[in-house]
């Protein structure tokens, strides 16, 4: 797995934080700070299929999906059809999460509540630049598992309009969290 695959994997936190003053860290050497290792064997992989993820997404996939471990002990996993799921598990889930988006600057977007999907669920909006998309952040708790998980909106779609499929990626891979 490329530098360029492991980056791809915290696609929402590059997307959203975007770093402005030079003398901070960029992302990608946030990134390497937070990534342990790419494996194909982590736990936010195991939560969908690729034909899952293509059928709810209606978007075509070309690669099967790419997974890192973090440091702080989660796992992400991304799919080319624009979906990234981050799963943190256990008492500090919820924690390790907010870490993670404030590494990457993404700790102070608005939040809307979401009923329906999870034990508590808040969604926002993330406008990339000319770099990164826009996609849709839905943070979901289960039990001890807390996960983030996005999908980017393709033009002439907008993070509002993808929101609803993500609610249902959501709870597809919920499902399978024990």
Same mark, same amino acid.
């Given at each position: 797995?490329?530098? *360029? ?5 915290? /696609? ?25 290792? &790419?494996?194909? /064997? $982590?736990?936010?992989?195991? !939560? ?21 471990? %973090? ?15 981050? !799963? %943190?598990?256990?008492?500090?889930? /919820? ?5 993670? @988006?404030?590494? %990457?600057?993404?700790?102070?977007? &608005?939040?809307? /509540? ?7 669920? %808040?969604?926002?909006?993330? @406008? ?6 826009? *996609?849709?952040? !839905?943070?979901?708790?289960?039990? !001890? *598992? ?20 993500? $609610? ?11």
């Amino acid at each position: 797995m490329t530098i *360029h695959s492991i980056l791809r994997a915290t /696609a929402i936190f590059v997307a959203a934080g975007a770093l402005s003053n030079a003398s901070a860290q960029t992302n990608s050497e946030v990134a390497r700070r937070l990534i342990d290792k &790419p494996s194909d /064997a $982590v736990p936010a992989c195991a !939560l969908l299929t690729n034909d899952e993820v293509v059928k709810m997404t209606g978007r075509r996939s070309y690669t099967q999906p790419e997974g890192v471990q %973090f440091k702080s002990g989660g796992s992400s996993c991304t799919w080319d059809s624009g979906v990234n799921i981050n !799963l %943190f598990t256990g008492p500090q889930s /919820a924690q390790q999460h907010e870490g993670l @988006m404030k590494a %990457f600057k993404a700790d102070k977007t &608005p939040r809307e /509540a979401v009923a329906g999907v999870g034990d508590s669920a %808040f969604a926002t909006a993330i @406008m990339g630049n000319k770099y990164q998309g826009n *996609h849709v952040l !839905l943070v979901v708790r289960k039990g !001890l *598992h807390t996960m983030g998980m996005t999908l980017e909106a393709k033009e002439p779609e907008t993070p509002q309009s993808v929101r609803p499929k993500l $609610v249902t990626i959501a709870k597809a891979a919920l499902a399978k969290l024990r």
